[in-house]
């Protein structure tokens, strides 16, 4: 019984016919090596495409930058601060505790010392006074033999900072696991219960927002950063939303930059228009810079007082004070060193945000106040009922953070 033998696919030829493993089609021959040629030139253009993803790939394998780095740098600096701020908060306190601890223990022998002259200047004592002098002594020693009536507390209440990990999309891909990466966060109550003021990924940080049914969903992470040559306000206190007058997210907030050392460039004029589109000014007179206030509504003023004395960093703290349409203002400078002294001013002065001397440092504290104040609006408008102004909040924070990454992400480059 014969077989039937299959035609070449190109010429019909029955003679001599191979069978490709590939397509599973029959070539004589002469066509089975034109067939073998075709596939080698696809096989020069897989090549080809691979070369040329390989360049693209080396920058990358270069400076090992991604986006999320920059990322990790904003919450790193931003759980820096809160840190440190909660841990000054403390201290201040405790100081004060011990403080009024001292004063009332220096009472106490002031009114002893004096029932001791007085006794000895009237000579008008007996066994019955010296008896009492003894107990009041022995009293006042074990109050002052015994520890303070003081103890360290772990504030459940608040918000815990989230420990920031790195974790893998699920996703079909060549690669097992995926190398496409997410950020997430960690509860540091999952992680032996540590907590500490502020978190939310948005608020201090870094933010990341997730649009769902055309709801603009908020994910935060609150943080902020210190460093011993700078001095952070934070303020704490609670308020009334309702009561307070939103302002229109729409209209621009102007900043104003005062400069008082002409002879050098402002570093805050050659990096704010990296992080903002707002209007910016720049004034190298003081009197210049107060006329325009005059003029300004919703402003953040920034006050260069890096080579100014006590008495014209006073003066002018003093005058800026008297503006009800400043809201905010960031002083670059060198810190104060007492810390009475500082407190002192930051009481004085309510409307100092931060003071920093190192000048990336307080435009980075202001971008993230910045962000946090869209989100707060963003929050409260959603209250309200009123979505477009609340998604506009929103987006201009998520603008105003990708500036910021932006801004990290060459300054990490550079280093």
């Not at 019984?1 to 070539?27: A, H, Q, T």
């Not at 007082?305 to 003066?315: A, C, D, F, V």
């Not at 009922?385 to 506009?392: S, T």
Request: glycine share 2%; proline share 4%; charged share 25%.
């Amino acid at each position: 019984m014969s077989v039937e033998k299959k035609p070449c696919i190109k010429c019909g030829c029955k003679n001599w016919v191979l069978l490709c493993d590939g397509c599973r089609r029959f070539y004589c021959v002469e066509h089975v090596l034109e067939h073998r040629t075709e596939l080698s030139t696809q096989l020069n253009g897989i090549e080809q495409e691979y070369e040329n993803l390989k360049q693209l790939f080396k920058p990358h394998e270069k400076h090992q930058e991604h986006p999320l780095l920059s990322q990790i740098d904003v919450w790193e600096h931003d759980a820096i601060l809160k840190i440190q701020y909660s841990a000054q908060t403390a201290r201040d306190e405790l100081r004060q505790l011990l403080n009024e601890y001292n004063n009332r223990m220096k009472t106490v022998l002031q009114q002893f010392s004096q029932q001791l002259r007085d006794g000895r200047q009237e000579n008008d004592f007996t066994e019955t006074e010296l008896n009492q002098w003894k107990e009041q002594l022995q009293t006042i020693r074990q109050q002052f033999e015994a520890p303070a009536d003081i103890e360290l507390l772990q504030d459940k209440q608040t918000v815990p900072i989230y420990f920031m990990k790195v974790a893998r999309k699920q996703a079909a891909t060549l690669f097992s696991p995926s190398p496409i990466l997410e950020m997430t966060t960690a509860s540091c109550s999952e992680i032996e219960n540590v907590r500490s003021s502020y978190g939310d990924e948005f608020d201090e940080p870094q933010s990341t927002m997730t649009d769902t049914n055309d709801d603009l969903i908020p994910q935060r992470t609150c943080l902020e950063i210190h460093e011993a040559t700078t001095i952070l306000k934070e303020t704490e206190i609670e308020t009334n939303h309702e009561q307070q007058v939103l302002p229109d997210p729409t209209k621009s907030q102007h900043l104003v930059i005062l400069h008082l050392c002409p002879t050098n460039q402002s570093q805050i004029i050659e990096i704010l228009p990296k992080l903002t589109k707002h209007p910016i000014e720049l004034f190298n007179q003081t009197d210049d810079y107060l006329n325009k206030l005059q003029s300004m509504e919703r402003t953040t003023v920034f006050v260069d007082l890096t080579n100014s004395s006590p008495n014209e960093r006073i003066s002018l703290l003093n005058k800026l004070s008297q503006f009800d349409s400043i809201s905010l203002v960031y002083i670059q400078g060198k810190s104060f060193e007492d810390d009475e002294d500082r407190s002192h001013v930051f009481r004085r002065y309510p409307k100092i945000r931060a003071m920093f001397e190192n000048v990336q440092r307080l435009l980075v504290q202001w971008s993230l106040d910045t962000i946090n104040e869209y989100q707060n609006a963003g929050d409260r408008y959603i209250e309200q009922c009123d979505q477009v102004r609340a998604r506009y909040c929103f987006e201009e924070g998520i603008k105003l953070y990708e500036y910021l990454s932006v801004f990290l992400s060459d300054k990490r480059r550079l280093r």
